[in-house]
């Protein structure tokens, strides 16, 4: 048996279906039954709880050779990293009074810095959470920036004709399919090969600035000239503000984007062929412009 967290997520569900695929048992841990009811039809058994709950999700764990964990907590909490904290010590807490042996764990590139990488920080944390369990092996994926990121800017681009945000237009940045990190996860979570503590880096096919990836994604939905407009970080916080996020998750945002934008959130090595992962942006815009097209 395998339990998955987030398995409605970007990550999650793709690891769920890989692994039921592969012929696993999967126990598969969302908050909504009726998101998780694909996954069931599947063959997966559902836990269904509050993350949070290291009760619900001690016998969400119970039994499991490994389990996939992940931080997710929505921009409109009044504190992030409180919130992210109550998740992070309930996922631990579960996995120690289960017995878990083998703990397959989402991070991300910059985790390894202990403040001033905004929503980044509490993966620093909960890293160092994950390493102070005894008796379990523990792979830490650091990937970089998700292309599933750009679907949250498809509404502004219809609407205003510019994408925007407060990274530096020529940052390069490591960004990544989730499909990508799901299959490096799912081949983990099967052989369980580790031991201890293992940081995995995962970069994607290649670094993008801002400025090229939107101009890839223009091209795709057949607006060749869309321009990225980059945001001071006081407008930034004033437009995730109006579009809900709280002020907290907002100063998070302009917090991380700096630290992208100045290399202080960055690989920690050279590229390889072991932290690189094949998919291209442009093999993922497709299906950005089917979803720009459905706006």
């Given at each position: 048996m395998?339990t998955?967290?987030?398995?409605t997520?970007?990550?999650?569900g793709?690891?769920a ?9 999967v ?16 063959g ?18 119970r ?28 996922i631990?807490e ?5 017995g ?7 991070s991300s590139?910059?985790a ?5 990488t905004g ?15 005894e008796?379990t ?9 998700f292309?599933e ?5 498809l509404?502004l681009?219809k609407?205003a004709?510019v ?9 390069k ?9 799901a ?8 052989k369980r ?5 293992v ?12 400025l ?7 091209e795709?939905i057949g607006l060749?000239q869309?321009?990225?407009v ?9 437009t995730?503000?109006?579009a809900?996020?709280s002020?907290?998750s ?8 700096a ?14 062929a072991a ?19 459905q706006?």
């Open positions: 395998i998955v967290l987030g398995a997520g970007n990550t999650g793709k690891i279906e890989l692994l039921l695929a592969a012929g696993e048992s126990r598969a841990v969302g908050r909504s039954a009726e998101r998780l009811e694909p996954l069931r039809a599947a997966a058994e559902l836990a269904v709880g509050d993350v949070g709950d290291a009760e619900f999700l001690t016998e969400a764990f039994g499991a050779d490994a389990v996939y964990t992940l931080l997710h907590t929505a921009p409109d909490v009044e504190d992030f990293h409180a919130e992210q904290d109550r998740k992070g010590e309930a631990v579960a996995i120690r009074r289960a878990v042996r083998h703990v397959v764990s989402l590139v910059g390894e810095r202990p403040s001033g929503f980044i920080t509490s993966l620093h944390t909960q890293e160092r959470r994950l390493r102070e369990l008796n092996s523990v792979l830490l994926l650091r990937p970089g920036a292309f990121n750009f679907h949250a800017v509404g681009i609407e004709g994408n925007a945000d407060s990274v530096a237009p020529e940052a940045i490591p960004m990544i399919a989730a499909r990508d990190i299959e490096v996860a799912a081949d983990a979570l099967r090969d580790w031991t201890g503590v940081v995995r880096e995962l970069l994607g096919e290649r670094d993008l600035s801002y090229e990836a939107t101009r890839i994604l223009g795709a060749p869309l321009p990225y980059p945001m001071p970080a006081s407008e930034m916080v004033g995730l503000r109006q809900g996020f002020a907290n907002a100063r998070l945002h302009v917090e991380m984007t630290a992208f934008s100045d290399g202080t959130v960055a690989a920690t090595g050279e590229r390889t932290n690189s992962t094949p998919t291209r942006f442009e093999d993922f815009v497709p299906e950005l412009a089917r979803a720009y097209r706006l």
